[in-house]
């Protein structure tokens, strides 16, 4: 059987005998209010509510996270963005420098030439 199954009929067994022993009537004073209720609905009740407010309490945690998450990924893509733009203007600078370093072996070579010529001379 699945753990999970095995665990919640545990947990509703408990939760049976946990009413069972405690269902004698107990009074309940709330400013103006006197409320005769089951001890077990009492407990119980705490319970629910402890449940429900864990839960908005995690969601607004996860809610918080998820927000940070898709801003992290919004930075992410304008840095890639970024990354993408300097590598052409890389390139671009490199294919313009790479015709100037042609040019300056040509006209390095010329003036070798020339030098070599004028010392035969």
């Known amino acids: 059987m699945n753990k999970k199954i095995i665990l919640l009929l545990l947990f509703a067994l408990f ?3 946990f009413s069972i022993q405690n269902a004698n009537p107990v009074l309940i004073r709330l400013l103006f209010w006197d409320l005769e209720i089951s001890l077990v ?3 119980l009740g705490a319970i629910v509510f402890g449940a429900i ?3 908005l309490v995690t969601s607004l945690s996860s809610f918080r996270l998820n927000k940070e998450i898709r ?3 919004k930075e992410k893509e304008e840095l890639l963005n970024e990354v993408e733009e ?4 890389l390139a671009e600078y490199r294919a313009e420098n790479a015709g100037d370093t042609v040019d300056e072996k040509r006209n390095g070579s010329d003036n070798t030439e020339d030098s070599n010529s004028t010392g035969q001379e």
């Not at 300097?86 to 203007?89: A, E, I, T, Y």
């Open 15 to 17: 939760i049976a005998v």
């Open 41 to 43: 609905l009492i407990v």
């Open 53 to 55: 407010l864990m839960a």
């Open 71 to 73: 801003m992290e990924k």
């Open 86 to 89: 300097l590598k052409k203007m």
